[in-house]
């Protein structure tokens, strides 16, 4: 049970710090910027590095960098439904 919740809160953490434009956590960048709710790759403090971007855009650069990591279908299928959720993207 101990191991479980343990995992439960490391995914937590990770679902929460979530960048809201790519879905990366951000507590895997190295250049985040405190308070930003976007990563370093994405958001340079001002503007989006790639503004002209839409969300199929991103659904495709995130699910090839996925393909290129050999990460299993489930987490890709997982972060693509994901990126829609996320601030940048979301309609509601
Ligand atoms: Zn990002």
Redesign the pocket.
Known sequence: MHIFLKAIKHYYKKEISR?Q??S?PLIYDKQHLGGNI??S??HDGESFINNGMTLGDMQQKVDHLLRSRHSHIIIRIYIYLRLATLKRWRKL
Do not use: F, G, R, T
């Open positions: 960048c434009s790519c990366m976007y990563c790759y994405c």
